[in-house]
């Protein structure tokens, strides 16, 4: 039996609610479950909250059973997480901008995503009239020799916005924090009331990169919800289609890495694969980033014979080309000299915030929710999961090499046993409240979907989570002790996501 199952057996089971149990528990059970977090028993894996509500969504690895805890009926306030699980922070910072609900003992009182710019505050609670403008204390490093380097929220090139405070002794980082919300959207908020087809629109455009993932993510949840079944052919076609995003996405990295330690040809040489990769998703699906292609019940676009032999070719070509640059890399020295050691990541910090895709994987937390948590067809099809020790841009690279040559290997099996039949189900209301929550591994991690879908079949309450929430404080850990010259390396070889986070 699962620590899960005696916190959930604590509290009332909320019925109608898929697939994994959510339960209404007390106090109480609310601080056991986050003293299991901080013992390291438990993983948290999302924690959001309502007008009156907070959730949080847990995993229990070894067991490979995963839950959702609620307190319900709030009234001002409840237990802070972050108090024990510093993952927990920003999460509850954030929480507590978008309903009011405050985390009682959070050790941070700073608002997060509200910036004092906002036509009112509270959006997703009791809505009251906006803070007036207010500064920002970044936390105080003291010492002799040190100073402070500001950068951003505006960067050069062409990625999101978000600040960066270095204090540095010369030219060594001391601390690095972090300023992000400068992109928020309001996504949730414009959930609210939507239907299902807006509501995907939404979620598949949290995270331009990540736009199979997130339309992945809502549509499973939306299924779960709705006991909607899926049919065969269209749930084979969406693995495709997220190893086609998990390639693109991948190939970019690498070379792009590599540019920023001054080895442009990489960068140009993984550039023309991607390109190609766009292309042939474009051929077959009929959009570069198979956008909205993904939707509940099913997929929105076939694949033709064409496209079929469209995406063989693209295999047979990037089989053929990659394995060089990836001997290119490894045996460039000037490339090694700058990647080897450098943002190193200790695991024990990938282990305490949960982190998935490449960062935690570089870093010895072998954690890939297509083999851990499996879901159709992942549990029909042959993959590994490479997982390193070392934690640093070097072992990030890697991974993501290692992570090309499954995608393609993934890509050959289900163009080889793609079944025949229908891609969509027809979707009806169900005439009742109903909840679900998907877990599902984007490029860059676990990607969590949850919702509320009222009898109509509209969208009550959905709450969208991206891993780089759990990416986005350990590139603070792994830059210090750096040169400040090598944070745009460190921070590419994290490649967190700006939109993601600022939902």
Known sequence: MSMLDDLTGNGRPVSHHGPWPRAVTDSSTWISATLRLSEGRLTMLGLWGERNAVHMALLDEQAGRSAILSLEELQTGYPSVAQYHPPALRLERTLRDLTGLEPEGLPDSRPWFDHGRWGLRFPLGQRSAPASEFSYPFLPADGENLHQIPVGPVHAGIIEPGHFRFTANGETVVRLEERLGYVHKGIEALMAGADLARGLQLAGRTSGDSSVAYAYAFSRAAEAALGLEVPLRAVWLRALMAELERLANHLGDIGAICNDAAFALMLAHCGVLREQVLRAADAAFGHRLMRDRIVPGGVAADLDSNGKAGLRALHAEISRKFPAL????????????????????????????????????????????????????????????????????????????????????????????????????????????????????????????????????????????????????????????????????CNKSFNCSYSGHDL
């Open 326 to 489: 990836a001997k290119l890399y490894d045996n460039t020295a000037s490339l090694q000299d700058r990647t080897v050691g450098a943002g190193t990541l200790e695991s024990g910090f990938a282990r305490q915030y949960g982190a998935g895709g490449y960062i935690g994987r570089a870093a010895g937390r072998s954690f890939d929710t297509r083999r851990n948590l499996a879901y159709p067809p992942y549990d029909e099809l042959t993959f590994d999961v490479p997982s390193l020790g070392d934690g640093d841009v070097n072992a990030r690279i890697w991974i993501r090499i290692r992570e090309v040559e499954q995608s393609l290997s993934l890509i050959e099996q289900i163009l080889d046993r793609l079944p025949d039949g229908p891609i969509l189900s027809d979707v009806q209301a169900a005439n009742d409240f109903r909840e679900g929550v998907a877990l599902i591994e984007g490029f860059r991690g676990d990607i969590l979907a949850w919702l509320r879908l009222t009898p109509e079949g509209r969208i009550e309450r959905c709450h969208l989570r991206d891993p780089s929430w759990f990416q986005w404080p350990l590139l603070e850990a792994a830059i210090k002790d750096n040169i400040v010259a090598d944070f745009p390396l």
